[in-house]
C-alpha cells in the first residue's frame, strides 16, 4: 500500500471520531429533556452535570479532529 493511501485512510478513520462526538452530545441532551420532561423539579440540580458531560463529549470530538488534520498535514 503506498503511504499516502495509508495517510488519508488514517486520517479519515480519526475523523470518524467527530461524527461520533455529534451522536454523544444528541444523546446527553436527548436523555436529559427527557428526564426534565419527566421529573421538572430535578431539572435545574443535573443542568451544570449536562455541560459537563457535553464538554468532554466535545472534547474528545476535537482531540479526533486534530490528530485527523495532524495525520494529513504534519506527518
Known sequence: MDPLSAKF??????????GISAVGVGLIFGNF???ALRNPSASDGQFGR???GVALAEGLG??????????????
Open 50 to 52: 449536562v455541560f459537563i
Open 33 to 35: 429533556l427527557l428526564g
Open 9 to 18: 485512510i488514517g486520517a479519515g478513520l480519526a475523523a470518524i471520531g467527530t
Open 62 to 75: 476535537i482531540f479526533a479532529f486534530l490528530v485527523a488534520i495532524l495525520l494529513l498535514f504534519v506527518l
